[in-house]
């Protein structure tokens, strides 16, 4: 049966898609409008979320009123960030925040942590992830982040932490790496990756 070619696509901006559709005008003063537009109702889940990037994400969500908020993390990068955390928590007494150690390399590992943070929150609504598997990508390669050990991806995890444009100088030798990365057996993988010796023709992977 041959397809009409509108059924290719999806419609997403339709008068009932509560997500898409135009907000009624409103006689509320601009400030108060866009108080409402960016407001969070619901708990949710935020992976990395003991990282820099994840506690200023979680930070956010909490200001624009999320009720409830589960980070998501290995045990070390919690041990780091304690006393940022209860800070999160003196801040915003009224929210449950809560911790879930949780190796995102492991589907099932995580499928039980959320459906452990669902019964203890009532349920999930949001979920920010600023750890995870690439799927499509070449961070490395996909070849050498099929083989990583947990260790080697929390050295990747850390790596990523640095400014984008200090990792690509040290990856393609134009800037000597900070004595915490000189030997690191990581970043030689992304240096050989940078040379690029086999002259592979590399494209963004699609969409």
């Known amino acids: 049966m041959s397809q009409r070619p509108d059924d290719r696509f999806i419609k997403l901006s339709t008068e009932d898609n509560p997500l898409t559709s135009v ?20 708990n949710a889940i935020v992976t990395g979320g003991a990282g820099d990037l994840g506690l200023e994400a979680a930070r956010a969500m909490l200001e ?6 589960c980070l998501f993390d290995i045990a070390t990068r919690f041990e780091a960030s304690r006393s ?31 459906d452990r943070v669902a019964q203890q929150l009532g349920g999930v609504h949001v979920l920010l992830c600023f750890a995870g598997i690439a ?3 070449k961070a490395v390669e996909m070849d050498h982040l099929r083989t990583m050990t947990v260790e080697e991806m929390q050295e990747y995890d850390k790596l990523l932490d640095e400014p984008d444009w200090d990792i690509y100088y ?24 940078a040379r690029n010796e086999g002259k592979v023709v590399r494209k963004m992977p699609p969409l």
């Open 170 to 193: 040290w990856a393609t030798n134009k800037r000597t790496p900070p004595e915490r990365w000189a030997d690191s057996p990581l970043l030689e993988k992304l240096r050989v990756h």
């Open 23 to 42: 907000l009624p005008r409103s006689s509320k003063p601009p400030r108060e409008r866009a108080i409402e537009r960016f407001s969070i109702s619901g």
């Open 64 to 69: 624009h009123g999320a009720q409830g908020l």
């Open 135 to 137: 799927r499509g990508g």
């Open 84 to 114: 940022a955390i209860q800070g999160l928590r003196n801040e915003f007494p009224s929210s449950q925040i809560t911790e879930e150690i949780v190796d995102v390399t492991k589907e099932d590992e995580v499928d039980r942590a959320v």
